[in-house]
């Protein structure tokens, strides 16, 4: 195995969406047509599957240096209200294109850290949304708190408007590896905030866990995997560490490659994770994620529902999902939009009236076969193209380039049909660019993307 990550160990996207932001055609792109996909996906899909909304609450007190999202660094939380007011605004620009009350499958808060709002604004933001929406039959609204900040008076306020889901960032219970990536929470902070959202009647608790981190060793991860057993989690997400230090924005520059695990060492991590992972009863899910038999991402995968956007991933599918905030990006299926990352720039074209998107993407017919194979492969590692459908002129050389993955007892191809076996689920992010023909036919000047193990 350690020569196969050597071999397949190259940069590549985590494919959140096809094509990948880096490829989208800003040429092409225009706001009035995105605004077309958009009221075309609302009217195909409002009433029969509902829509997602993600909602980005940016700010944090601290810097976690790991970490690769788009945030505002204050401890001044007079911020709230105007964000929040901001995000009304926002939602009022897209009620107004629908035709109807959209109704609402899906609503995640990201960040950023939401948990740096107070409950009390919490529940005004959502009593906002919920001004202008309705809950669809079976909706999921899940939200991520920080173990430090997270109160009961946040678990229950937001319990009380339908959340019934919340994931903590773990990261790792080593105290070196966690002043390293400036995130420092003890195992009682973790242990009490779990064990609050049980008590208040949360159904899916879950627990964000790194490997690859700077300092990190192999015992590390075997001590964080055993205190997590302590709490059991319904769910986890248990990715490798993305050092990305070229881009804007994160504190990776506080360390030296030299400080990280290599990728041999990354994959001993991963593979000894994972192997106590299913030893306490999770079972892996698509890329990255494992999950208890009783939770609905397991569940989603056995019915075949599972599904990946911007969000990671959920456990059923819509067609739209509105982004709404700085940074935000949409997805009418049809195309992508994404808004301003500047906080001051966002609120005030929200102010002026105007739906905050600076670029996006308009899918070709290409781009959306392509984008079902990728959806398949990451969601169940395997893809067929036994259909006029799923066929695309460039298949064989695609599957031409899996050859070698396929001699190598990673893949396994047949006549209209590919599967990505066991040990090959490792290197899906692999197989996947073998099917991106975007980035084969651009290859990109400078680095963009993490390595993929």
């Known amino acids: 195995m350690c020569n196969l990550v050597q071999k397949y160990n190259i ?3 985590r494919y959140t969406s096809y094509p990948t932001v880096p490829y989208w055609d800003m040429e092409t792109f225009s706001g009035k047509e995105w605004k077309t996909t958009l009221q075309q996906s609302f009217k195909e899909s409002n009433r029969t599957e509902g829509i997602s909304l993600y909602i980005h609450l940016p700010f944090c007190e601290s810097m976690c240096k790991f970490c690769g999202c788009h945030k505002r660094i204050t401890k001044r939380h007079d911020v709230e209200l105007p964000y929040i007011h901001s995000l009304l605004d926002e939602w009022k620009l897209y009620c107004d294109l629908f035709e109807e009350r959209p109704i609402i499958k899906e609503l995640h808060l990201g960040g950023g850290t939401p948990t740096f709002f107070t409950p009390e ?72 905030v779990t064990e609050e959202a049980r008590q208040i009647g949360y159904t899916s608790i879950g627990h964000d866990i790194i490997f690859g981190l700077p300092f990190q060793q192999l015992e590390d991860v075997e001590n964080t995997i055993l205190k997590t057993k302590e709490l059991l989690p319904d769910r986890l997400a248990f990715y490798s560490y993305a050092h990305v230090p070229w881009m804007k924005g994160n504190g990776q520059r506080g360390y030296k490659d030299a400080d990280l695990p290599t990728a041999g060492e990354k994959r001993r991590q991963y593979e000894k994770g994972k192997e106590l992972l299913a030893k306490v009863g999770y079972h892996e899910i698509g890329m990255d994620h494992f999950a208890l038999t009783s939770d609905s991402l397991y ?29 935000s990006i949409s997805d009418s299926w049809y195309s992508f939009a994404q808004n301003v990352k500047s906080l001051e720039e966002y609120q005030h074209l929200v102010e002026n009236g105007i739906i905050p998107i600076y670029r996006g993407h308009l899918l070709t017919q290409e781009d959306q076969i392509i984008r079902k194979h990728i959806l398949n492969l990451m969601c169940r590692f395997e893809t067929a193209w036994d259909t006029d459908e799923r066929y695309f002129p460039e298949l064989l050389s695609t599957l031409e380039k899996l050859k070698e993955m396929e001699q190598d007892g990673l893949v396994e191809i047949s006549d209209n049909m590919l599967k990505v076996n066991e040990k090959g689920q490792a290197f899906i992010r692999n197989v996947c660019m073998a099917f991106d023909l975007r980035l084969q036919k651009k290859a990109p000047e400078t680095r963009l993307f993490s390595m993929t193990i």
């Open 11 to 13: 940069p590549g996207p």
């Open 121 to 192: 604004n919490l529940r005004l933001l959502m009593k906002g949304i919920f001004r202008r929406a309705d809950r669809a039959e079976g909706y999921e609204f899940s939200f991520e708190g920080h173990p430090n900040n997270t109160t009961k008076a946040h678990l229950q306020a937001l319990y009380e408007v339908g959340f019934r889901r919340v994931s903590y960032g773990v990261q790792d219970y080593n105290e070196t590896v966690q002043k390293a990536i400036h995130r420092v929470q003890s195992f009682e902070n973790v242990k009490r």
């Open 299 to 327: 569940t989603s995968m056995q019915s075949g529902r599972l599904h990946r956007n911007f969000m990671g991933y959920t456990a059923s599918k819509t067609q739209l999902m509105v982004g709404l905030g700085a940074s």
